[in-house]
């Protein structure tokens, strides 16, 4: 619990400042979503100002919420996006009930969880919330093989007991991710789609990036 405290004072402190910048196929959500628009309720899960909230209302989806633990990027999102369902989490449980909603957004947000326990902890309230069927769509970080990120990752595994995991000089730890590592975290869905691209980070380097949506397995 230790560092997801530590990590929630960084984005407190960036909240007003920051830019995220991973695309939402909207197609991949009208694609697989059983249900209509008006009526598939959505969490974007660790939301920050709210960017895909506003692009989500935007298109007609509704039954929106949005979830994060920082309560400088929920102020941010409040002031763009007045009227929106927002709510504070602990960093580590999500306050809906089971089997409440149809779609997970999880944006760049298992990047600035770096311990691979507390990934699979939030991968389980993910599927907690689901419902049978339910979407799951990620976007996030891979390990790159250009010199910059390798010297990272090799100056912090040991310390951190995990190849990608690494320190920003502005005060956070991140964590860049395996394919296979995605593999085991969502082995509780079906992949439906999956691609790479490259994304701006929010500190404007060019890293690789992927997208992955699975639906829930009912087990
Ligand atoms: C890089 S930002 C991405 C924001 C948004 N998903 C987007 O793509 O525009 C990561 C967000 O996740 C939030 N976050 C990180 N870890 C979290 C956790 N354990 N629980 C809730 N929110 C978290 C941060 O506060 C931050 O707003």
Redo the contacts with the bound molecule.
Sequence with gaps: MEQ?TT??GY??RV?GE?R???PLQLNWLTRHLASRREESRIL?????????LAELKLVGYQKIVG????AG?LARCRLQLPGSLLAR????TIPLSNESVDAV?????L???PDSN?QHS?MAEVYRILRPGGLLYI?DLLISDDLRNRERYESFADIYDCYGVFELPEGVVVRHHRREWIDELTRSFVQLEFETFPVTT?NGNVSSGFQYLGRKIQQ
Aim: hydrophobic content about 40%.
């Design positions: 997801l990590q929630n984005w407190d909240a920051k995220f910048s991973h974007d899960y660790g939301c920050g100002y709210g960017r895909m979830i994060d633990f920082s990027m989490n602990d960093g580590r957004l999880l944006f760049a947000v990047t600035c969880i507390e939030q976007s929010m």
